[in-house]
Structures are given as C-alpha cells and as structure tokens.
C-alpha cells in the first residue's frame, strides 16, 4: 500500500517531539477539511457538517469510499488529498478511522479528527480493536456472499437511534455493503503517530463497547468531545462534529491544543 513510509512499529512512542515537528510547519491557516465515512453508509451522511463548514468558510471534499478493501479506500482518500491545496484536516468516521489512520500520512494532513472510529496502531487490525471488549447486541450485520448489511430489523436500534424517522429510513436503505475483509487487513502506517488528533464520542453508541472507544482516543492522546447520540452522529449532530472539526484547524495551524 503505497501510501507513504512505515512509521512506528506498536509499542514504539515517538508522538511528542515528532507532532511538535508536524505542528510548527504548519504555520498558515488550515481551510481544508476531507471528510471520510465509514461502512455501511456513503458521503451523503456528511451533508450537514458539509453545509456547516462550508458556510464558515472551509473547503470541504467527501470521499466516496468503495468498502472493498482497505487498500481501496485509503487510494480513494488519497486520490482526494492529492487534490488539496495545502493543509488538511482528514476526518473518519467508524471504519473510516482505520482509514484515515492509514492515509493520514500524506503530506498535505496536518491533523486527524476521529468520529466514533476505528483507531488502530502499525501492525493491526480493525478487528483487533475489539478484543477485550463487551459484544454490542444491537448492532447486527448480515452477510451476503462476504459482503455486511446491517440488518434492516434493527438498523434504528444499533445505528442511528437518535435520527428521525425519515433520515433513519434513508440511512438503513442506502447503505453501502462492506467486505468484510476488511477489519482483518493489517494498517501499515499509523498516521495519529505523528499528527495531532481528536476524537468526537457518541456516548449511546451501540456500534461499539463505549469503554472501546475511549480506551482507542486515550490510546492516541486525543483530544476527546463526548455527545449523546447514536453511531450516527456523523449524521445527526453536525453541529458538535463540525466544531471539533474547526477546532482543529485551528490548533493544527498554532501547534496549541
């Protein structure tokens, strides 16, 4: 995966005199945001922190991951971040962290934003990250010929609890099928190794164990936002992802977290 350099193997931590580094070249405001969503959804979900960050000035770009591969989705993010024309904040949510973990060694990224998302170090798997961790119930994938689907009975239930109806529905019958595959593919670069990152936490998340979730951004000593909502919130609280996110910009462009 020709991404970049391999960076730390685990258990290595060389994040505080390597994010000084990162950071201090950054010394222009950051007004580029890519925003990455996970499986089981497209870009669409991302249409209400689009239209807030954009009417605050930024310049937003949504990749459209393809879920057939990690190798493939990480091309896809690339292929937008080759596109940017300077500093980047790159934005994952759920399997789209392992995503950005992986691409987010691009040059132009100059910090990580983690929404309700995978986060796994050099060396791992996304499947990795459970381990140890309490089974979530609700959150029921079917699969059909190696590819998931949320299961249509209880998508509410285990996805976007706190979504109407109507956006509930159009989230459960858009979905984008995930080869399962996936979450065993091994992540070569740890991108958050080196960049500053945060992470925004649904904490009625019924994708993933809460206790997870927090022990992924304390791994990475993100800077971590909690909200009250489902796994969805990339959907249903914009406005809290999208301040995260401007805080960000921010931070990346002083070095000052």
Do not use: C
Not at 35 to 43: E, I
Not at 124 to 142: C, H, L, N, R
Not at 148 to 158: Q, V
Not at 244 to 252: E, L, M, N, Q, W
């Amino acid at each position: 995966m020709a991404v970049g350099v391999p960076r730390t193997p685990p258990g290595n931590d060389r994040r505080g005199n390597e994010r000084k580094n990162a950071m201090s070249t950054t010394d222009r405001e950051i007004r580029n945001v890519v925003l990455v969503h996970g499986a089981f959804a497209d870009g669409s979900g991302w249409r209400g922190v689009y239209d807030n960050l954009t009417s605050r000035g930024y310049r937003v770009t949504i990749v459209q991951n393809p879920l057939t591969s990690l190798e493939d989705d990480v091309a896809a993010t690339v292929r937008v971040l080759d596109r940017q024309d300077g500093p980047t904040i790159l934005v994952g949510h759920s399997w789209g962290g392992t995503v950005i973990t992986e691409a987010g060694v691009h040059p132009n990224v100059a910090g990580l934003v983690y929404v309700s998302a995978l986060v796994p170090d050099a060396g791992e798997t996304s499947a990795q990250q459970y381990e140890g961790f309490a089974p979530t119930p609700e959150f029921v994938i079917d699969v059909v010929q190696g590819y998931g689907y949320l299961n249509p009975d209880t998508f509410r239930a285990g996805f976007a609890a706190d979504a109407s109806d109507a956006d509930a529905a159009f989230l459960r019958d858009s979905q984008v099928p995930v080869n399962m595959a996936v979450f065993s593919a091994v992540v070569t670069n740890a991108a958050w190794r080196d960049k500053p990152s945060w992470a925004v936490i649904a904490t009625e998340d019924k994708a993933f164990d809460q206790a997870m979730l927090q022990h992924m951004a304390k791994r990475i000593n993100a800077e971590v936002t909690n909200v009250s909502a489902s796994h969805a919130l990339f959907a249903t609280q914009p406005g809290v992802v999208s301040d995260v996110i401007v805080t960000a910009t921010r931070s990346a462009a002083t070095g000052v977290r």
